[in-house]
């Protein structure tokens, strides 16, 4: 699992390399709420709306998924310090661990 270190900016975008690609990410706060664009290969997800506790990336068929850890709180992030106050972790599970979870690969 590799962990996205967040901060308090209301815009940030991400390039992260994963197997030899790029993982886009773009996050923009907007009145109280977090909201994720995403691009990986020729996938492309806009204006999802950051959740605690669930895969983030469901039906994309993507080699990797997003999870937001609310730390039990039970709650999504909806301040713009939630992730550099250490409220919440933005996770992304890798290949191997995520196969485990499916219970199935993904190419």
């Known amino acids: 699992m590799l962990k996205v270190p967040i901060d308090n900016t209301g815009y940030q975008e991400f390039l ?58 039970g709650l999504d992030p909806f301040s713009l310090e939630a992730f550099s106050l250490d409220r919440f972790d933005f996770n992304i599970i890798e290949r191997e661990e995520l196969a485990t979870i499916r219970g199935f690969e993904v190419e």
């Open 16 to 73: 992260l390399p994963f197997e030899g690609e790029f993982i886009t990410i773009t996050l923009n706060f907007r009145i109280d709420v977090w909201f994720l664009d995403l691009k990986f290969k020729d996938k492309s997800r806009n204006g999802m709306k950051l959740s605690s506790n669930v895969l983030m990336l469901q039906g994309m068929n993507l080699p990797f998924d997003i999870i937001i850890d609310s730390k039990e709180t």
